[in-house]
């Protein structure tokens, strides 16, 4: 049988094959949209897997999104299956993170520190310009305007590895060359003997660069004496350990034979730092980058076209290959976007190829549609209206469509048109928890439980619609508040008041909810006082019954992820220290961007430009594309920084924007549109932008837009507000099979399920936030104290008994609890610690490898489809030949071995389950690389009369695996199939089982 990459490299063209033929010496590939760069990049792996003896773990790829690791692995599967999960891909920055947790010793100010949120920055700065003597940079009556503009600059010279006393030093360069210049003055005319504009404005510049500079020493000072450090520091904390420690370089170059990077043209300095040191130990340096300068659309994170260039001058003897065939759009479109980016700038041909299309279908007659409104509200509309009517006559399936648009503020318009035409869609915002209006009703509650003396807040929160209050009755309370000159509050707290109201009822449960609220949250940790509030304000009940539920839960989870990381460095905070922090956020314009991830409900696509990046669909259309919105944008308190260095205020030139623009003209295959209206919502004229007036005119097709009547649009909101059930199509069976195929199944999820299968759904399914009990942070401290131990034994590095409670508190003090939970836990730690390594270091084996983790492993379903099953085993103790042990951890309560056999009343086997399903684990991995012949439940901590058992053994057979498969497999189909939608568990209390009637 012809194996997946034979069938896929038969179908390559000549450049495509010489790229995956290409394994030796540095390569470079310059790769267009719809070239096949990522089918490239992953079939030149699995050719050196072919071809060489090099194993999949010497085979390094970066790139630079978590989405683009995904796409990569998921590639690499289809070619070379299972064996693709040890192949390292990480993003730059998860690179660092692996190789700084692998080599903790080389990296302290890392491993001693914690990352510091953006709020902690921005503090930071805020407080450095007003102890400081800054005269430019703190104008007066405004004097945080260029806070964040000074952190993005900061974090940009960062990327760029300019510490402050090397950007000091480039601009005492600068003033010297300004001093010494010999045309600063006019030589004729009226202001002959006067000094220049430009010089003063360079001179002006350069002083406000220096106090920059001083700000910039100020800010890393500060975080070093708070222990603090950034995002960027990770990496160049990489790139100064590997130049400092030359056996780190050294066991990193030995490990990674082949290094391959994707998406290059987003690289910096930093980041192109990495793959030198790495490849600089052979005479031949494997390096191989794909990418486009015409897609660097990220200069904001520090990538230039310099950058991009620079591989050309490091390695002067790389072979370049240019892909020129796209796969993806049509002839026109490829020529419209040629022609915007080649006729502005002198570019070397090679970068620019002129793309030509694949396809010689009849799909390729279209010309790129400009289609022009009279106002922006008659241009959402439009958009719209053609794409109800392409739907309507079965032209293309809502999932073939996007809109795109330049900023994240545009999104939420178009969700609200498309409602209104009852075409289903997905938006797909910013990572921004802020920017969602359900988050500001829960902000403006906290607001209100933290400040209840603030009439605003209070008077607010009586009309968010979660809370229950009937509106009539928000706005009697605030109008009798204020004519009796009282708070809302107490109003809302008399019996008087309340019982002239609507729902009297639903006033005093508020009431009551309220001072309950207000006592926890001065009381209580801030993690404890925000899920109270979420929980019973009927917040976490009201997403769940939205439209767009996953994606609000996503948020809600971002939220939580913050609440918890801000808890790890502030650990007697309250809910006001957090929402103060989230204030800072808001004040200054910042996002608080999540990293949940989750797939998309089907539907029109509705995204900025930016995120589209490596996706296609057949139609896409490009809105607002005006003057301002696409191209010649501006930015009050920028900075101008000097050569050779670019800054943020510079990032959203011309040039930058061009880019972007033909990222989204070429997500394209069929047709593209793009949009414009002569006036905004305000009336005001607006032009169109610059890159659609440079379009070629044969190449496009200008069309004038239909205008439409405020009550057209208003019978159109009323008639999909009747129809509204028929949109929610959140929980389609499709979709969370969708779901459930791509997160895959692990032990945990298999016992809850088993226990409740709307506990399986929404806390592994859906994932929603929950209070981890403080014994769940004290066993993750001991996991990796365990770990540590384990690799200090097989290194044969010297560990003491000192050493493994000195990393079980490292741990603990870095995750998100109390002061006083700490305290309670480390005295517990050290007790229980002390006695577990004197009783098992002895007798330690110590060939075994600890966290093993497993995630390659797929499941054959009865349809065929393939079910990824995940875990991480604890210990793996290596026997004779292929034979393990595996040995379980766990804290708490000992059970006895009936327990853990699930052969008493109560008992559930969910233990035993779990070494069932790491023995069928570690049976398709690998080819069966182990086999686990028996397995041991260790528990920690000693019983109640203070005795430290001996760990619970058992012999693991292939029937253990069987007798798992099967549940795995009957599981899989009920969750594919729903059959459990109309079920309940059998504990009549379970709060699960409860939340289920708001999805049912």
Same mark, same amino acid.
């Given at each position: 049988?012809?194996?997946?990459?034979?069938?896929?490299?038969?179908?390559?063209?000549?450049?495509?094959?010489? /790229? $995956?033929?290409? %394994?030796?010496?540095?390569?470079?590939?310059?790769?267009?949209?719809?070239?096949?760069?990522?089918?490239?990049?992953?079939?030149?792996?699995?050719?050196?897997?072919?071809?060489?003896?090099?194993?999949?773990?010497?085979?390094?790829?970066?790139?630079?999104?978590?989405?683009? $690791?995904?796409?990569?692995?998921?590639?690499?599967?289809?070619?070379?299956?299972?064996?693709?999960?040890?192949?390292?891909?990480?993003?730059?920055?998860?690179?660092?993170?692996?190789?700084?947790?692998?080599?903790?010793?080389?990296?302290?100010?890392?491993?001693?520190?914690?990352?510091?949120?953006? #709020?902690?920055?921005?503090?930071?700065?805020?407080?450095?310009?007003?102890?400081? &003597?800054?005269?430019?940079?703190?104008?007066?009556?405004?004097?945080?305007?260029? $806070?964040?503009?000074?952190?993005?600059?900061?974090?940009?010279?960062?990327?760029?590895?300019?510490?402050?006393?090397? @950007?000091?030093?480039?601009?005492?360069? =600068?003033?010297?060359?300004?001093?010494?210049?010999?045309?600063?003055?006019?030589?004729?005319?009226? !202001?002959?003997?006067?000094?220049?504009?430009?010089?003063?404005?360079?001179?002006?510049?350069?002083?406000?660069?220096?106090?920059?500079?001083?700000?910039?020493?100020?800010?890393?000072?500060?975080?070093?004496?708070?222990?603090?450090?950034?995002?960027?520091?990770?990496?160049?904390?990489?790139?100064?350990?590997?130049?400092?420690?030359?056996?780190?370089?050294?066991?990193?170059?030995?490990?990674?034979?082949?290094?391959?990077?994707?998406?290059?043209?987003?690289?910096?300095?930093?980041?192109?730092? $990495?793959?030198?040191?790495?490849?600089?130990?052979?005479?031949?340096?494997?390096?191989?980058?794909?990418?486009?300068?015409?897609?660097?659309?990220?200069?904001?994170?520090?990538?230039?076209?310099?950058?991009? !260039?620079?591989?050309?001058?490091?390695?002067?003897?790389?072979?370049?290959?240019?892909?020129?065939?796209?796969?993806?759009?049509?002839?026109?479109?490829?020529?419209?976007?040629?022609?915007?980016?080649?006729?502005?700038?002198?570019?070397?041909?090679?970068?620019?190829?002129?793309?030509?299309?694949?396809?010689?279908?009849?799909?390729?007659?279209?010309?790129?549609?400009?289609?022009?409104? =009279?106002?922006?509200?008659?241009?959402?509309?439009?958009?719209?209206?053609?794409?109800?009517?392409?739907?309507?006559?079965?032209?293309?399936?809502?999932?073939?469509?996007?809109? !795109?648009?330049?900023?994240?503020?545009?999104?939420?318009?178009?969700?609200?048109?498309?409602?209104?035409?009852?075409?289903?869609?997905?938006?797909?915002?910013?990572?921004?928890?802020?920017?969602?209006?359900?988050?500001?009703?829960?902000?403006?509650?906290?607001?209100?439980?933290?400040?209840?003396?603030?009439?605003?807040?209070?008077?607010?929160?009586?009309?968010?619609?979660?809370?229950?209050?009937?509106?009539?009755?928000?706005?009697?309370?605030?109008?009798?508040?204020?004519?009796?000159?009282?708070?809302?509050?107490?109003?809302?707290?008399?019996?008087?008041?309340?019982?002239?109201?609507?729902?009297?009822?639903?006033?005093?449960?508020?009431?009551?909810? @309220?001072?309950?609220?207000?006592?926890?949250?001065?009381?209580?940790?801030?993690?404890? *006082?925000?899920?109270?509030?979420?929980?019973?304000?009927?917040?976490?009940?009201?997403?769940?019954?939205?439209?767009?539920?996953?994606?609000?839960?996503?948020?809600?989870?971002?939220?939580?992820?913050?609440?918890?990381?801000?808890?790890?460095?502030?650990?007697?905070?309250?809910?006001?220290?957090?929402?103060?922090?989230?204030?800072? !956020?808001?004040?200054?314009?910042?996002?608080?961007?999540? #990293?949940?991830?989750?797939?998309?409900?089907?539907?029109?696509?509705?995204?900025?430009?930016?995120?589209?990046?490596?996706?296609?669909?057949k139609q896409v259309y490009i809105s607002n594309a005006v003057d301002r919105v696409w191209g010649n944008r501006r930015s009050i308190g920028s900075f101008r920084l000097p050569s050779p260095l670019f800054s943020a205020g510079e990032s959203e030139t011309d040039e930058d924007e061009r880019r972007l623009f033909y990222v989204a003209l070429t997500r394209a295959k069929e047709k593209a549109t793009i949009t414009l209206s002569h006036a905004d919502e305000n009336g005001r004229e607006r032009l169109p932008s610059r890159f659609v007036e440079e379009l070629p005119p044969e190449g496009i097709e200008r069309i004038e837009g239909k205008a439409y009547s405020g009550i057209e649009r208003f019978a159109r909101i009323v008639k999909s507000t009747l129809a509204m059930p028929s949109l929610k199509r959140q929980w389609d069976r499709e979709f969370l099979e969708k779901l459930f195929l791509e997160q895959g199944m692990n032990a945990t999820a298999l016992n809850n399920y088993l226990t409740c299968p709307w506990k399986y759904f929404f806390k592994n399914l859906i994932r929603l936030p929950d209070i981890p009990a403080p014994y769940l942070y004290f066993g993750t401290s001991v996991h990796a104290a365990l770990k540590a131990f384990a690799d200090a034994r097989r290194t044969g590095v010297k560990f003491l008994k000192k050493d493994f409670f000195e990393v079980f508190t490292r741990t603990l003090v870095r995750l998100p609890i109390t002061k006083s939970d700490l305290g309670r836990l480390n005295k517990k730690g050290k007790k229980t610690l002390e006695m577990y390594f004197d009783a098992r270091a002895p007798h330690w084996h110590d060939n #075994?490898? /600890?966290?093993?983790? %497993?995630?390659?492993?797929?499941? *054959?379903?009865?349809?065929?489809?393939?079910?990824?099953?995940?875990?991480?085993?604890?210990?793996?103790?290596?026997?004779?030949?292929? /034979?393990?042990?595996?040995? &379980?951890?766990?804290?708490?309560?000992?059970?006895?071995?009936?327990?853990?056999?699930?052969?008493?009343?109560?008992?559930?086997?969910?233990?035993?389950?779990?070494?069932?399903?790491?023995?069928?684990?570690?049976?398709?991995?690998?080819?069966?690389?182990?086999?686990?012949?028996?397995?041991?439940?260790?528990?920690?901590?000693?019983?109640?009369?203070?005795?430290?058992?001996?760990?619970?053994?058992?012999?693991?057979?292939?029937?253990?695996?069987?007798?798992?498969?099967?549940?795995?497999?009957?599981?899989?189909?009920?969750?594919?199939?729903?059959?459990?939608?109309?079920?309940?568990?059998?504990?009549?209390?379970?709060?699960?089982?409860?939340?289920?009637?708001?999805?049912?």
């Amino acid at each position: 049988m012809i194996s997946a990459f034979d069938k896929k490299y038969k179908t390559l063209n000549p450049a495509q094959k010489e /790229a $995956v033929d290409s %394994i030796e010496g540095p390569v470079m590939v310059i790769a267009g949209p719809g070239t096949g760069k990522t089918s490239i990049l992953t079939l030149r792996i699995a050719n050196i897997l072919r071809r060489t003896d090099t194993p999949a773990n010497g085979i390094l790829g970066l790139t630079f999104t978590e989405s683009g $690791v995904h796409s990569m692995r998921r590639k690499l599967v289809e070619y070379i299956g299972a064996e693709a999960y040890r192949v390292p891909l990480y993003t730059f920055h998860g690179f660092a993170q692996e190789v700084i947790s692998r080599f903790p010793e080389y990296f302290p100010r890392i491993i001693g520190g914690a990352v510091a949120s953006e #709020s902690e920055k921005l503090e930071i700065i805020e407080e450095a310009l007003s102890e400081g &003597d800054f005269e430019i940079i703190r104008p007066f009556g405004k004097p945080t305007l260029y $806070v964040r503009k000074a952190l993005s600059v900061i974090s940009d010279l960062k990327r760029d590895g300019i510490a402050p006393h090397a @950007f000091n030093a480039l601009l005492s360069k =600068e003033k010297a060359h300004l001093l010494k210049a010999t045309d600063k003055y006019h030589e004729k005319g009226r !202001l002959k003997g006067e000094l220049k504009k430009e010089y003063i404005d360079d001179v002006h510049n350069n002083t406000k660069n220096k106090e920059l500079g001083v700000l910039y020493g100020a800010y890393e000072k500060e975080l070093r004496r708070r222990e603090l450090y950034d995002f960027e520091d990770m990496l160049l904390s990489l790139v100064e350990g590997l130049q400092k420690h030359k056996n780190l370089l050294r066991t990193l170059q030995e490990e990674y034979l082949y290094v391959l990077a994707d998406e290059h043209q987003d690289a910096n300095n930093s980041q192109n730092t $990495v793959l030198e040191l790495l490849c600089d130990y052979r005479d031949t340096k494997n390096l191989f980058i794909v990418g486009d300068e015409k897609q660097a659309i990220y200069r904001f994170q520090g990538a230039s076209l310099e950058n991009f !260039l620079y591989f050309r001058k490091k390695f002067p003897e790389a072979k370049i290959i240019s892909l020129d065939t796209n796969y993806r759009s049509s002839q026109r479109i490829l020529d419209a976007s040629h022609a915007l980016m080649s006729s502005h700038v002198d570019v070397d041909p090679l970068l620019r190829p002129h793309l030509t299309s694949a396809s010689t279908s009849a799909r390729s007659v279209h010309r790129v549609e400009v289609i022009s409104y =009279e106002t922006l509200a008659d241009e959402r509309e439009g958009i719209v209206s053609l794409i109800a009517d392409a739907i309507k006559k079965n032209e293309v399936t809502p999932e073939d469509i996007v809109i !795109l648009a330049r900023t994240n503020s545009e999104l939420s318009d178009f969700g609200r048109v498309l409602a209104a035409h009852q075409v289903p869609f997905t938006l797909f915002a910013d990572d921004d928890v802020l920017a969602d209006p359900d988050m500001h009703k829960l902000f403006l509650l906290f607001h209100a439980v933290i400040f209840p003396d603030r009439d605003e807040y209070v008077g607010g929160m009586l009309l968010i619609d979660f809370l229950g209050i009937h509106p009539i009755d928000a706005v009697h309370i605030n109008r009798q508040a204020s004519g009796e000159r009282r708070s809302p509050l107490e109003i809302l707290n008399s019996k008087k008041h309340r019982a002239i109201l609507v729902d009297e009822k639903a006033a005093q449960i508020l009431s009551e909810k @309220f001072v309950r609220w207000m006592q926890c949250a001065h009381n209580e940790s801030a993690l404890d *006082a925000f899920l109270t509030v979420v929980r019973e304000s009927g917040f976490e009940s009201y997403l769940v019954g939205k439209q767009d539920s996953l994606q609000k839960l996503a948020k809600l989870a971002g939220l939580y992820d913050a609440i918890k990381a801000f808890l790890s460095t502030h650990k007697d905070a309250k809910l006001k220290d957090f929402v103060t922090s989230i204030d800072r !956020l808001i004040r200054h314009g910042s996002p608080l961007k999540f #990293s949940r991830s989750f797939v998309s409900s089907g539907g029109v696509s509705v995204m900025t430009a930016h995120k589209s990046k490596g996706l296609e669909w057949k139609q896409v259309y490009i809105s607002n594309a005006v003057d301002r919105v696409w191209g010649n944008r501006r930015s009050i308190g920028s900075f101008r920084l000097p050569s050779p260095l670019f800054s943020a205020g510079e990032s959203e030139t011309d040039e930058d924007e061009r880019r972007l623009f033909y990222v989204a003209l070429t997500r394209a295959k069929e047709k593209a549109t793009i949009t414009l209206s002569h006036a905004d919502e305000n009336g005001r004229e607006r032009l169109p932008s610059r890159f659609v007036e440079e379009l070629p005119p044969e190449g496009i097709e200008r069309i004038e837009g239909k205008a439409y009547s405020g009550i057209e649009r208003f019978a159109r909101i009323v008639k999909s507000t009747l129809a509204m059930p028929s949109l929610k199509r959140q929980w389609d069976r499709e979709f969370l099979e969708k779901l459930f195929l791509e997160q895959g199944m692990n032990a945990t999820a298999l016992n809850n399920y088993l226990t409740c299968p709307w506990k399986y759904f929404f806390k592994n399914l859906i994932r929603l936030p929950d209070i981890p009990a403080p014994y769940l942070y004290f066993g993750t401290s001991v996991h990796a104290a365990l770990k540590a131990f384990a690799d200090a034994r097989r290194t044969g590095v010297k560990f003491l008994k000192k050493d493994f409670f000195e990393v079980f508190t490292r741990t603990l003090v870095r995750l998100p609890i109390t002061k006083s939970d700490l305290g309670r836990l480390n005295k517990k730690g050290k007790k229980t610690l002390e006695m577990y390594f004197d009783a098992r270091a002895p007798h330690w084996h110590d060939n #075994s490898l /600890a966290e093993y983790p %497993i995630s390659g492993v797929f499941l *054959a379903l009865s349809d065929g489809k393939q079910l990824l099953l995940r875990g991480r085993l604890d210990k793996l103790e290596l026997l004779e030949g292929r /034979a393990v042990h595996v040995v &379980d951890y766990k804290t708490g309560a000992r059970r006895t071995r009936n327990e853990i056999l699930g052969n008493t009343k109560n008992a559930s086997g969910d233990i035993k389950r779990q070494l069932n399903f790491y023995r069928l684990l570690l049976d398709l991995h690998e080819k069966g690389k182990y086999e686990m012949v028996s397995a041991g439940i260790d528990f920690v901590e000693p019983d109640n009369k203070g005795k430290l058992h001996a760990p619970e053994r058992f012999f693991m057979s292939p029937e253990d695996a069987l007798s798992v498969q099967g549940e795995v497999t009957k599981v899989a189909e009920e969750i594919r199939s729903l059959a459990f939608w109309d079920q309940t568990c059998d504990d009549r209390e379970c709060e699960f089982c409860v939340l289920r009637s708001l999805v049912v």
